[in-house]
């Protein structure tokens, strides 16, 4: 019999007393994982309304799983596998999770951009249950990292912050609309899958250059300048963007806006066959802001990346990122 293995053991103590957590405090699924994971965190049960039979059923499940024996990386699937449920439930229409082997390959770009670099901030403005942000730390954890995300549900805050301490990762994280004025200081690296629709606050949107001259706004593009803004000079941005990117309204205005602020380093399109259609596949966009010393690469790093389990092709990829990397690293701030 195949054995079980370590992602799956936790997977199925969260997803068993999440479900007890659902029944007994009348919540949503989403939300008992959140309990759940605190529970795992404080190595306690801190729900006091529950039912003796509840508090055993639960205990006899948490002590199925040591911790400390987990690594980083198999707890922080386990726990997005529980809220990937969680928000396939809740149908949250705006918080689709990035596919993991997507947040994998941003983590190896972002160690990549930053070599040599042994401490860094980086900061998600859409950071969700914390997936992509805690997948990118788990992948560079040979540097100093302060790291900030952002999130305007709340549920989905809660869900990042029990996520990053259960990994211990130490992650700012507030609970706003990331287009408002933020409490942050600009960063070197930003990394983000971009909500892709219409921004509702006209108001808000007003205090932006890539505002829509008539109607609302285009959110992924507004959360492009927000970025920007709260980017050091020389710093990196990572955005999973449309691959409709510049070809729909305002696509001129975007151009321009990038052109001024920042040079273009890379443009990776992902296989079309991790999205439901093609409608809604999305490309790796990686741009500098401008600053002192920073000039655009001779040639840009693009590709058509082939499906993330084909070995043999993903290999030829990587190799052509290393090759492209000897050749442009001197424009790169150290």
């Avoid at 809220?83 to 770009?109: C, R, W």
């Avoid at 952002?150 to 809660?158: F, G, P, Q, R, T």
């Avoid at 079309?272 to 655009?296: D, P």
């Amino acid at each position: 019999m195949a054995q079980i293995s370590t992602v799956e053991k936790l997977f199925t103590v969260i997803d068993n007393t999440a479900v007890v957590l659902k029944e007994e405090l009348s919540c949503t699924y989403l939300e008992a994982v959140a309990e759940t994971g605190e529970n795992l965190f404080q190595n306690t049960i801190l729900q006091e309304e529950l039912s003796e039979i509840s508090k055993k059923r639960l205990e006899k499940e948490y002590s199925h799983i040591q911790l400390k024996q987990c690594t980083a990386e198999e707890i922080r699937k386990a726990y997005q596998l529980a809220a990937l449920k969680g928000m396939k439930e809740a149908t949250q229409p705006n918080h689709e999770m990035t596919p993991d082997a997507v947040s994998i390959f941003l983590g190896y770009l972002v160690s990549k951009f930053t070599e040599g670099w042994k401490e860094f901030s980086i900061f998600d403005p859409a950071v969700g249950t914390g997936n992509l942000l805690t997948t990118v730390l788990n992948q560079n954890q040979s540097k100093d990292i302060e790291a900030y995300g952002i999130d305007v549900d709340d549920l989905l805050v809660k869900v990042a912050y029990v996520s990053a301490n259960l990994q211990q990762h130490s992650i700012q994280l507030f609970n706003q609309d990331s287009l408002g004025p933020l409490y942050i200081d600009p960063v070197d690296v930003v990394v983000c899958d971009l909500p892709v629709g219409y921004y509702p606050n006209d108001v808000g949107a007003a205090n932006f250059e890539l505002r829509a001259k008539e109607g609302h706004s285009y959110a992924h593009h507004l959360f492009i300048e927000q970025s920007l803004k709260y980017t050091k000079a020389g710093g990196y941005l990572f955005f999973l963007v449309p691959n409709h990117l510049f070809t729909s309204d305002y696509a001129k205005e975007l151009n321009g806006f990038l052109k001024e602020h920042s040079v273009i380093q890379g443009m990776l399109q992902l296989p079309l066959s991790l999205f439901k259609n093609e409608r809604s596949a999305k490309s790796i966009f990686i741009i500098q802001k401008k600053g002192t010393g920073v000039e655009a690469p001779k040639q840009a790093l693009l590709a058509n990346l082939p499906k993330f389990s084909n070995q043999a092709a993903m290999s030829g990829i990587i190799q052509q990122i290393d090759e492209w990397f000897k050749q442009e690293k001197h424009g790169m701030k150290q």
